[in-house]
Nanobody, 123 residues
Framework: QVQLVESGGGLVQAGGSLRLSCAAS????????MGWFRQAPGKEREFVAA????????KYASSVKGRFTISRDNAKNTVYLQLNSLKPEDTAVYYC????????????????WGQGTQVTVSS
């Protein structure tokens, strides 16, 4: 069992930056591929980024590629999402997720989810 806790969300102006963190419990963190998803009001949850257990490979949604960076520190059981050049359309609740599928964009292929952290970008 893995428990995930996100932090780092907040209110930022367009063009600004935030770094989200997701702390995981358990001693097998490096076993899990990790992903970030987001859900805006009235919209479906969408894939943002994913990273392999070792951290050697990543995947991004086209809407965030070049602006967001996913990374992980397995010694700290933590995965990060650096959000740069934020836009109002990035406003959403951001969730981290963990699972055993390789760099999947499909939410239901992740077994573990955090509670989410709100990111609000003002124009």
């Amino acid at each position: 069992q893995v428990q995930l806790v996100e932090s780092g969300g907040g209110l930022v102006q367009a063009g600004g930056s935030l770094r989200l963190s997701c702390a995981a419990s358990g001693r097998t963190f490096s076993t899990y591929h990790m992903g970030w998803f987001r859900q805006a009001p009235g919209k479906e949850r969408e894939f943002v980024a994913a990273i392999t257990g070792s951290g050697s490979n990543t995947k991004y949604a086209s809407s965030v590629k070049g602006r967001f960076t996913i990374s992980r520190d397995n010694a700290k059981n933590t995965v990060y999402l650096q959000l740069n050049s934020l836009k109002p359309e990035d406003t959403a609740v951001y969730y981290c997720a963990g699972g055993l599928y390789y760099l999947t964009r499909t939410a239901n292929e992740y077994a573990y989810w955090g509670q989410g952290t709100q990111v609000t970008v003002s124009s």
